[in-house]
């Protein structure tokens, strides 16, 4: 099939494939004005595309320049030769299969969610909106009927620069403060484990997951009620062999993929800490992961509200969801998300990445601004405007309550969700980064996106990781800390989880974030647990920044409220070198003869002391390590 000419047209407006898609073949379009919109037209395009759904309708807002450009303002993908219909509650099969009968169509063999059937159209550009209204005026009673519209992950090319492992985003050595302080939270918690048996089963609906990582294995988790290898669908669910996940792109029980996404999703929450391997997950350990894929490329609403819907019935506590776009609200989707908050699941969304930034199809690093001043563009040549989810809503972060017009009735059907958490992305020096979205009621927190290191793929090695950044890469930090406060909390409801996260008792409250997102700040693990008091002093690889610094270095490190119980304390701690200026003895010594560290059992007893050995790294920063052997039962105090 060869694109329709359009001689009625300038040749300026022919569309152009998604740039995340430039392999995509265009079919035909067509261009309207928008009554709505004074002044916009609306351009529709049907291609033949890649992937599981090879019919794509994509339309796009448009705005003709001065000079015949067309500057797209908004863009919305989806499936081309299908659309999603929701009947009544015990409505027969035959009403769909009707139903598609009058579309031109066929109804599939079963619902995809309760009552939700998707209904397959002929292939051609006004399928889709041609089938709604029909629907509407078909005569069968139907709850909704609307589009299959597909999604992308929320990512940004690697930055070739950083090449050297380095997960700043839990402990900031360049930047000091800078991170999400998971040191000090880890004094208090490492696993997300409580109970006596109970772990945080945590979904990961995106690209697959390689479940046989290195670093992800010991905390994948596994469905107890299939067996594994033996082609059976021993649950009954429809999948054989789900052992590890479900993958509801191809409709089978295998979620391995050949995109990193996931996978770096999945280390960022949950790989192995303490193992001495790789890099570490903000959970640690206790933590299992549960891949579901409905990604590649593109993913469609319908494999989505699948993959929700299966972390319902297997008992997940977190969706993790780095993906999304800016279509119009699906209400499919958000009773999905309904089910899953109801359920007792928490979703963690990215924020989106500015993907609808404008630009001119000729030529894309031509920005205009409609008119509007010339303030709205950011100190990096960003327009910030088209980065709002206030203005630009981005769903599914943005979800929170909507309506729906009802076929045939009144009122509307108003869905609220407050089991979203929104999640926009900082840099290294806690500045917004360039790429996040933003929003001051619509955006609920920021936390670390640039340049994160994480489990990843590189042909079927079980070893590799790579750097990466995007909103996609922020969500799952706040994924993996969400886990630790469900171990910590497990009797509270979802409202009671979102409340603590989305609080500015929970984030580093910072000035430049202000106005950004809801509560004006980056994510602070060690705020969002409680204050560090646990049984045992901490281990080897806990690392410590003293509270305050001074040019005697003998700050407080830390005082428990309640006494704490060990044999052995090791630690290291960061600590600044002062003797380290203009450059001159990069090398240089804090103590040339080394320190100590000083404890004692009571607040007003007698001190006891150990002598610290120090290891020196090139930088702004010393290491400052000791250990102390045999001490007594109720230390409260220590310091340097």
């Not at 969610?113 to 041609?130: F, G, I, M, Q, S």
């Not at 998971?182 to 997951?209: C, F, H, L």
């Not at 199809?361 to 950011?378: I, V």
């Amino acid at each position: 099939m060869a694109a329709a000419p359009r001689p009625d047209q300038p040749p300026k407006l022919k569309p152009q494939p998604p740039s995340p898609s430039p392999d995509w073949k265009l079919l035909d379009w067509s261009l309207k004005p928008l009554p709505e919109k004074p002044g916009i037209q609306l351009r529709a395009s049907s291609y033949l595309a890649s992937g599981k759904y090879p019919f794509v309708r994509v339309e796009q807002e448009i705005q003709v320049l001065p000079n015949g450009d067309a500057q797209v303002l908004k863009t919305v993908e989806m499936v081309g030769d299908q659309i999603i219909v929701k009947l009544p509650e015990g409505s027969p099969v035959e009403e769909i299969q009707s139903l598609a009968a009058k579309l031109g169509g066929q109804a599939a063999a079963k619902p995809f969610a309760p009552d939700t059937w998707l209904v397959a159209l002929p292939r051609k550009l006004e399928a889709v909106p041609e089938a709604l209204a029909s629907s509407t005026n078909s005569g069968i009673s139907i709850d909704y009927a609307e589009p299959n519209h597909l999604v992308r992950p929320m990512r940004t090319p690697n930055d070739p620069r950083f090449t050297n492992f380095n997960q700043w985003h839990l402990y900031n050595n360049d930047q000091i403060d800078k991170d999400i302080k998971a040191p000090r939270a880890w004094d208090r918690r490492t696993t997300a484990a409580y109970g006596t048996t109970n772990k945080v089963i945590v979904a990961v609906i995106d690209s697959g997951v390689r479940y046989t990582h290195e670093d992800l294995l010991p905390n994948m988790w596994t469905n107890p009620g299939e067996i594994a290898g033996d082609g059976i669908d021993n649950d009954g669910n429809g999948l054989i062999d789900d052992v590890y996940g479900a993958d509801y792109r191809s409709n089978d029980g295998d979620p391995m993929t050949t995109d990193s996404h996931g996978t770096h999703c999945a280390g960022l929450i949950a790989a192995v800490g303490n193992n001495g391997l790789g890099i570490t997950g903000v959970a640690w350990s206790g933590v299992q992961i549960m891949a579901l894929r409905f990604i590649d490329g593109t993913g469609s609403i319908d494999d989505n509200v699948q993959s929700i819907d299966y972390a319902i019935s297997k008992g997940a506590k977190i969706i993790n969801a780095s993906y999304g776009g800016m279509y119009n609200p699906s209400r499919s989707e958000m009773e999905a998300i309904k089910r899953a908050e109801n359920s007792g699941i928490i979703m963690v969304a990215a924020a989106g990445n500015g993907t609808d930034e404008p630009y001119t199809d000729s030529n894309a690093n031509n920005r205009y601004d409609l008119g509007e001043p010339f303030t709205d563009w950011n100190s990096n040549g960003i327009w910030d405007k088209w980065y709002n989810n206030e203005s630009k809503p981005f769903y599914p972060a943005s979800y929170s309550t909507t309506s729906f017009p009802r076929v045939g009735f009144t009122p509307p059907t108003t869905i609220t969700l407050n089991n979203i958490i929104s999640v926009g992305a900082t840099d290294r020096n806690d500045n917004k980064a360039g790429f996040s979205n933003f929003g001051a009621t619509s955006v609920d927190l920021m936390a670390p996106g640039v340049e994160m290191w994480s489990t990843s793929i590189s042909g079927t090695s079980n070893s590799h990781y790579t750097s990466s950044q995007g909103t996609s890469f922020a969500a799952p930090v706040v994924a993996g800390a969400v886990a630790l406060l469900i171990a910590e909390y497990p009797n509270d409801t979802v409202v009671q989880r979102v409340a603590r996260v989305v609080s500015t008792n929970a984030v580093d409250v910072i000035p430049a974030l202000s106005g950004l997102c809801v509560t004006g700040g980056r994510l602070n693990l060690a705020k969002l647990l409680p204050s560090a008091d646990p049984s045992t002093l901490p281990l080897a690889d806990i690392n410590h920044r003293p509270d305050f610094f001074d040019s005697r270095i003998s700050s407080t490190m830390r005082s428990p409220s309640n006494a704490v119980y060990s044999n052995t304390l090791t630690f290291q701690s960061a600590l600044k070198k002062f003797n380290n200026t203009n450059g001159v003895n990069t090398n240089g010594m804090v103590f040339p003869l080394g320190g100590a560290l000083y404890y004692r059992t009571t607040t007003n007893g007698p001190w006891s002391s150990n002598n610290l050995s120090l290891s020196i790294t090139n930088g702004d920063f010393q290491f400052v390590s000791g250990t102390v052997s045999n001490a007594p039962v109720g230390v409260v105090q220590y310091y340097l």
